[in-house]
């Protein structure tokens, strides 16, 4: 089973568009679900990527077999281009470095509000509270940010976000079966 958090509903309809997810409630939070799929709409920032994360590794039957993905959109340098699907190992987040899994991945910073200054690489507001769930490194979990913008969140739009996230789906499956 592959068990997925997005903070933002748009992030989650390029799921439920492509896999036909049915809705459901888990606690406060809204699931979407089939038989190889569960996925859940944490909100914004990192209590709410915990409460969700948390929700779903207590209230599922979770196995040894079962991957969590952390899946959204973030904001980035020139470096990286509009729609690059970038995949995260490491959290850097309050001064510290936190690791996630052993993939050779990114490292991204999570901080409390929207980013308007490129003062590092990559940027989100939920990672370290999807990390902070599994309290240790595993290779089960992983994370893959699409970014959206350069640091002008004010131009992310729920279609764009919806449709930059549908564009990288097949490419995030492929790599979580590798």
Same mark, same amino acid.
């Given at each position: 089973?592959?068990?997925?958090?997005?903070?933002?509903?748009?992030?989650?309809?390029?799921f439920v568009?492509k %896999?036909?997810l @049915?809705?459901n !409630? $888990?606690? =406060?939070?809204?699931? /979407?679900q089939?038989?190889?799929?569960v996925?859940?709409v944490?909100?914004?920032?990192?209590?709410?990527?915990?409460?969700?994360?948390?929700?779903?590794?207590?209230?599922?039957?979770?196995?040894?077999?079962?991957?969590?993905?952390?899946?959204?959109?973030c904001g980035?340098?020139?470096?990286?281009k509009i729609g690059d699907?970038?995949?995260?190992?490491?959290?850097? %987040?309050?001064? @510290?470095?936190? !690791? $996630?899994? =052993?993939?050779?991945? /990114?490292?991204?910073s999570?901080?409390?509000?929207?980013?308007?200054?490129?003062?590092?690489?990559?940027?989100?507001?939920?990672?370290?509270?999807?990390?902070?769930?599994?309290?240790?490194?595993?290779?089960?979990?992983?994370?893959?940010?699409?970014v959206?913008?350069?640091?002008?969140?004010?131009?992310?739009?729920?279609?764009?976000?919806?449709?930059?996230?549908?564009?990288?789906i097949?490419?995030?499956?492929?790599k979580?079966?590798?």
């Amino acid at each position: 089973m592959n068990y997925i958090v997005t903070a933002l509903k748009p992030e989650a309809q390029a799921f439920v568009d492509k %896999y036909k997810l @049915k809705k459901n !409630k $888990l606690a =406060d939070f809204t699931v /979407y679900q089939n038989e190889q799929l569960v996925l859940i709409v944490s909100g914004l920032g990192i209590e709410n990527a915990t409460l969700a994360t948390q929700a779903l590794l207590d209230n599922f039957n979770i196995t040894d077999h079962d991957i969590f993905l952390n899946i959204g959109i973030c904001g980035a340098n020139r470096n990286h281009k509009i729609g690059d699907l970038l995949e995260i190992s490491f959290i850097d %987040y309050a001064g @510290k470095i936190f !690791k $996630l899994n =052993d993939k050779d991945g /990114y490292t991204i910073s999570c901080i409390d509000k929207e980013a308007y200054e490129a003062t590092c690489e990559i940027v989100d507001m939920e990672s370290y509270g999807f990390y902070r769930s599994f309290l240790h490194t595993t290779d089960n979990a992983r994370m893959f940010k699409v970014v959206s913008d350069h640091f002008e969140p004010h131009k992310v739009t729920k279609e764009k976000t919806k449709s930059l996230i549908f564009n990288a789906i097949e490419e995030i499956l492929e790599k979580v079966r590798r």
